[in-house]
């Protein structure tokens, strides 16, 4: 086996710790949703949302139906969703989403991911600014007509259409507009293989591959900590 095995199994293990990086995360966006609206998805977009994101990651439908009722039990923790703010080096702004039980601790660790990553954590307000928060739908290109949706899709808050690397059709709106979207596709019998709010820079910095290295550690960093959902910078 050898090196290849090595290679092979390195590929796995890397798979399985996004795999449960990504249960842990919407696990926490079905707790918050849950709480904030209930346990119907029909009642409650935000949890509506939460299991087609599940659905794309093939999280088991098992482990949905558990985070809804540990969601609904009383000793469950609260999560709060705070946004972190700071720069890496080179000038790069980064926002940091988190879903957290602890404040204090959370916000030490991305601190303290800041400063050994060369960057420097932010006050509030600091850095959002530079980011435009919109809703974003990602959906499969095949029988979709985009000049026909893009056409349709302004009446819906429809801002931005294309396509990703993959041929996968991105929709962004403003984030006001999202349930707008949201209903259209659906009424389009259109289902989108992930969606959810993002934010977008409204600037980007181009760096070096080596510069851009510094940055990818730096992320790859605080989205290893529990308590982080997303990490967002405007390295181009």
């Known amino acids: 086996m050898g090196r290849i095995f090595e290679v092979r199994k390195g590929a796995m293990f890397a798979r399985w710790d996004k795999m449960a990086k990504d249960f842990t995360r919407i696990g926490k966006e079905i707790a918050i949703a849950v709480k904030a609206s209930g346990p119907e998805p029909d009642n ?45 080096m080179h000038g790069v702004a980064i926002l940091v989403e988190s879903a957290t039980d602890n404040n204090t601790r959370t916000v030490a660790n991305v601190r303290a991911y800041f400063n050994k990553g060369g960057g420097s954590m932010g006050n509030t307000g600091s850095v959002a600014f530079t980011f435009t928060r919109m809703g974003e739908f990602k959906i499969k290109a095949d029988g979709v007509d985009i000049d026909e949706m893009e056409l349709e899709g302004i009446d819906y808050g429809l801002e931005e259409i294309g396509e990703d690397a993959d041929g996968n059709i991105i929709i962004r709106t403003n984030y006001t507009d999202f349930g707008k979207m949201a209903d259209y596709l659906e009424s389009k019998k259109v289902e989108p293989v992930q969606n959810g709010l993002t934010y977008i820079p409204m600037n980007t910095v181009e760096l070096t591959d080596e510069q851009a290295e510094d940055i990818f550690k730096l992320v790859d960093k605080i989205e290893q900590d529990e308590d982080i959902q997303k990490v967002y910078h405007n390295m181009k």
């Open 44 to 88: 409650n977009p935000a949890l509506r949302r939460c299991y087609l994101n599940a659905k794309a990651c093939n999280m088991p439908k098992d482990r949905v139906e558990a985070a809804i009722k540990r969601a609904l039990g009383k000793d469950i923790s609260s999560y709060d969703e705070v946004l972190y703010e700071g720069y890496g």
